[in-house]
C-alpha cells in the first residue's frame, strides 16, 4: 500500500476514533464510559490490517465504548506504563484502570469478545 493511501485510510477511519497522546491520555481513559484503546504504530502491518475492524465495532459500539488510538512512536511514555510490548495491543479502560487486553491481529471476533464483556 503507498504512504498516501496508508494515510488517507487513517484519516478516513479516524472520524470517530480518538486520537490520544500524553496529553490527553488520562483525561479520556479516566471518564465513566469504557474506553478500549489500541495502541499501534505506522510501521506496524498487523496495525494496519486491525485498524478497518477497529473502526467498524466504534461504529457498532460508540454508543456504550469509546474508541481510542494511541501511536506507540509518538507516546512511549504511556506505552511503557501499560507494559505494552508488542502491537496491536488493545486495551479495555474502565474509570481510569486498565482491566483487559487482547494482544496481536485478534481479527474482529476477537476484539468483539473483549468489547462485549464491558458494555
Known sequence: MSEDKKTASM???SNNLIELGEKNFDEVVGGS????????ATWCGPCQF????FDKLSKKYG??????RLNVD???GVAMRYDVYAI?????FMNG???DRAVGAVGEKGLEGLLQKYQ
Open 33 to 40: 464510559k469504557p474506553v478500549l484503546v489500541d495502541f499501534w
Open 74 to 76: 509518538d507516546n512511549q
Open 11 to 13: 484519516h478516513a477511519a
Open 88 to 92: 496491536p495491543t488493545f486495551i479495555m
Open 63 to 68: 454508543n456504550k465504548v469509546s474508541f481510542g
Open 97 to 99: 484502570k486498565a482491566v
Open 50 to 53: 486491525m485498524l478497518p475492524i
